[in-house]
């Protein structure tokens, strides 16, 4: 269920100990929000345009700002909402969650965001190109690539812009 048609008061990056909303639920956040979002390091200009669709989630394993997610593959805990930072090169993107924007603990739940621009970790990365997972190089990375069925958007800058070790990207996983 969309959260659009209610009243959401905390911050996009807060964490919680227990599920207070349904595993899945999904909130957009509106362009003027999204224009003004801060780097954990303080950076203020990321340039990040138009809404963007955050979904709600348990971490599995802790998840570290900027991590691109996958569902977990655990045995007997198979949920799609249930998730940890990609650890293999090209998941296929129907695993794929989205992408944290700042730091969720092991078992804590708090929101990623699936739809929209955000900053995500990556190397070697070159504005425009396709991009899917790379978390076989480092744990919740994304690389270039162009394979059908792993790839989860567009990079929008370089690597090292807006930060470094991080590219903005257009997140597509059409949730």
Not at 134 to 156: E, P
């Amino acid at each position: 269920m969309a959260y659009g048609n209610r009243v959401k008061t905390d911050a996009l990056s807060t964490t919680y100990s227990t599920e207070q909303y349904p595993l899945g639920t999904k909130f957009v956040e509106s362009a003027d929000e999204v224009v003004a979002a801060v780097h954990t390091d303080g950076t203020t200009s990321l340039n990040l345009k138009g809404d963007r669709t955050w979904v709600f989630v348990q971490a599995s394993v802790a998840l570290a700002a900027y991590d691109c997610v996958v569902q977990n593959d655990v045995t007997g805990s198979m949920t799609r909402f249930l998730v940890r930072p990609t650890t293999s090169a090209g998941d296929n993107s129907l695993r794929v969650q989205g992408i944290a924007q700042h730091a969720i603990a092991i078992t804590e739940y708090g929101w990623i965001v699936c739809d929209g621009q955000a900053v995500v970790k990556a190397a070697s990365i070159t504005g425009g190109q396709f991009i899917d997972t790379d978390g076989g190089t480092a744990s919740g990375n994304v690389d270039n690539n162009t394979t059908a069925g792993t790839l989860i958007g567009i990079a929008l800058t370089s690597t090292d812009t807006p930060v470094t070790g991080m590219c903005a990207m257009d997140v597509r996983l059409g949730q």
